[in-house]
């Protein structure tokens, strides 16, 4: 999604204060900002508002970004951390499990619909699509975000523990339990 010296030179023209540059900034990353915040808060709504505070905080604090870090892993950190803050104040419920198929390994991705397919299709690729959605909804943010970045946004672990400041062993172990769990509630579903 960046190239590391087109990305500097945007954050360099936002520094100097040039309005097309934070525009061009948004534009670049508002979908993928917006993408992380709607995964984790399930509501649009919301999901705009954290994703307006997310790049007014990036402009807040645009004179303290270190540029030896990606500057996309800091984006999603701030987006992160105001997402699980939000959930934190609202003490979301969390949405209730629907039925999937029964799904085979914990890796599983769910592909996007192909135009071609007939309805039939079509309907039982929605369902799995509802179903995954519910089931990585149903996990507690601080599995849910490092799923979503892992799987969503294909951040390597690396990645996700430097945004969100955790150990790399921590992130890690998140995932792996995340995974049980929702392998755990895949085969609660199937029986």
């Known amino acids: 999604m960046e190239s590391g010296d087109d990305t500097a030179l945007l954050l360099r023209r936002c520094l100097a204060g040039e309005e097309a540059a934070y525009r061009e900034l948004v534009a670049r990353y508002q979908r993928a900002v917006y993408s992380v915040a709607i995964r984790m808060v399930r509501s649009a709504e919301d999901a705009e508002d954290l994703t307006q505070e997310t790049f007014v905080r990036v402009f807040k604090a645009l004179d303290r970004y270190d540029p030896t870090r990606p500057f996309q892993a800091w984006l999603f950190t701030i ?113």
């Open 79 to 191: 987006t992160s951390r105001l997402c699980i803050d939000h959930i934190r104040r609202r003490r979301m419920k969390m949405v209730p499990l629907v039925r999937s198929e029964p799904g085979s390994e914990e890796e599983q991705t769910v592909e996007l619909e192909d135009p071609g397919l007939g309805p039939e299709e079509l309907t039982a690729r929605a369902e799995e699509e509802r179903g995954v959605r519910g089931l990585i909804d149903s996990l507690p943010p601080h599995y849910r975000i490092v799923v979503l970045l892992r799987h969503q946004q294909d951040l390597s672990y690396e990645e996700i523990a430097e945004i969100l400041h955790l150990p790399l062993g921590t992130v890690k172990a998140r995932i792996h339990r995340a995974r049980a769990l929702l392998k755990q509630r895949l085969e609660g579903e199937s029986s």
